[in-house]
């Protein structure tokens, strides 16, 4: 296997492959991501198919998304399409939209910066965290700032070839997760690439490389350096993908989840009356299993799946304290909810849908007739039967009740009638009041 390193670099040229001999499947990429390779073409750039998607492609998977790499600058791109728009601060990259598809298409990146470069393009902070890094280069240049192997082919769907700089499709042969560079100096400089070394290896089966594994468990406090803000979309990248149980375990494995959600981890840490806590594994499988069957996923869901067992642990503080069950409810939710935003920052959106959800389930267990047909109708409704389901797999809501109100969905209007007036106290009527004796 041939290693590249910078200062081989001018010395290597790419191995250069046919997609046809690899089994490469053309049929598979987006027509808007040609659309795209042909209008930067067509004006004179280079432009290839790079990352995750050549990857997928070449492992008979379907992408879900499409990155294109030119030598076109942000604002030669945005020129060329007229549905593009250039975002992002460390890393300017241009959006072409096309309906809900969005194809992403980056600039090459030049070669690790000099201490001559320009302190406005170029920064770095005093952890080793890239702060900016709008240098472009050359195609050879980028392939050097790619961060795994298997992320760093070069494919072009015109003359059918892959290029490849750091032998990514021998590891692709082989099932195995390789930094490009040394791995701790990677992750200082980003970070969130453990995350993303996590989140591959758990939804492809990959191994991680030994020495990437071990910088991973060296480097874990790093993620404190992360904005918090940024790690919103990446936790929902990691359990989004259809292999959360798996990435759960391998965060936990490398020390990251904590790093993400601490009072969870030190919560799933004790055991429950003698038993391991099982609620948030089981929902990752339900959430897998969901995703595996097109049917849609919320954020607000898994957020509140992430904290349930921190929620239920100050619900019970509360509880303790003398607050009543409605009110322990919401300073519970407070508590987790503040507490997690210095780590993870949840839009507000979010967070008030997940006290819905966390509410929801005191309205479930209590059956009051005037709030039942009030639930029905919300919105959330099905969010928060979900949420009881998995309460009751786990034994923290009874089945009976579980099974109530899976009936009372599709039942009729006499149907409810019955239902609500079979609840203990639901259906008595109030005794007249007698009258004062003038």
């Not at 659309?35 to 280079?46: A, E, H, M, P, S």
């Not at 195995?176 to 995350?195: F, N, T």
């Not at 949840?346 to 047909?373: G, H, K, N």
Request: proline share 4%.
């Amino acid at each position: 296997m041939n290693i590249r390193t910078t200062e081989s670099l001018n010395y290597f040229q790419p191995s250069t492959y046919s997609g046809k001999s690899l089994g490469l499947n053309k049929s598979l990429i987006s027509r808007h991501a040609m659309t795209v390779l042909k209008g930067l073409k067509k004006n004179g750039y280079d432009s290839y198919l790079v990352g995750g998607c050549v990857r997928d492609l070449l492992l008979g998977l379907e992408p879900k998304d499409f990155d294109v790499a030119t030598n076109a600058r942000p604002d030669q791109v945005r020129h060329v399409f007229r549905n593009a728009r250039v975002i992002g601060r460390r890393f300017k990259i241009v959006h072409v939209r096309f309906g809900r598809e969005v194809i992403e298409v980056a600039t090459y990146r030049s070669a690790p910066a000099s201490s001559h470069q320009d302190q406005s393009t170029h920064r770095i902070g005093e952890q080793g965290r890239l702060l900016a890094d709008n240098v472009y280069g050359t195609r050879d240049e980028d392939a050097m700032r790619r961060d795994l192997s298997v992320n760093a082919l070069y494919y072009d769907p015109a003359t059918d070839e892959i290029l490849d700089y750091h032998d990514g499709l021998d590891d692709i042969q082989h099932g195995r997760l390789r930094v490009i560079g040394e791995a701790s100096e990677r992750y200082r400089e980003d970070p969130v690439r453990m995350l993303r070394v996590v989140r591959f290896a758990a939804k492809l089966g990959f191994e991680i490389e030994p020495s990437a594994s071990n910088a991973i468990d060296k480097n874990v406090g790093l993620l404190t350096n992360v904005p918090a803000a940024r790690l919103f979309d990446e936790v929902l990248k990691l359990f989004h993908s259809g292999s959360a149980i798996a990435t759960f375990e391998k965060l936990r494995q490398h020390g990251l989840f904590e790093y993400l959600f601490p009072a969870t981890e030190h919560i799933l840490n004790s055991e429950e009356e003698g038993f391991p806590r099982t609620f948030l594994p089981l929902a990752l499988k339900n959430t897998d299993k969901r995703i595996l069957q097109g049917k849609p996923v919320i954020p607000s869901f898994l957020y509140a799946v992430l904290l349930w067992e921190p929620f239920r642990y100050y619900k019970e503080i509360a509880r303790s304290q003398g607050a009543n069950e409605y009110d322990s409810i919401h300073q519970a939710a407070d508590q987790a909810i503040v507490e997690q935003l210095s780590t993870v920052a949840i839009p507000r959106r979010y967070t008030a849908q997940m006290r819905e959800i966390w509410l929801m389930q005191y309205f479930f267990d209590q059956r009051r007739s005037r709030q039942v047909f009030r639930l029905l109708e919300n919105r959330k409704f099905r969010a928060g039967y979900d949420f009881l389901l998995l309460r009751a797999s786990v034994g923290q809501a009874k089945p009976e009740i579980a099974e109530w109100w899976t009936r009372i969905q599709d039942a009729d209007e006499d149907e409810r009638r019955r239902m609500l007036k079979s609840l203990t106290g639901g259906s008595k009527k109030r005794r007249p009041r007698k009258k004062k004796k003038s």
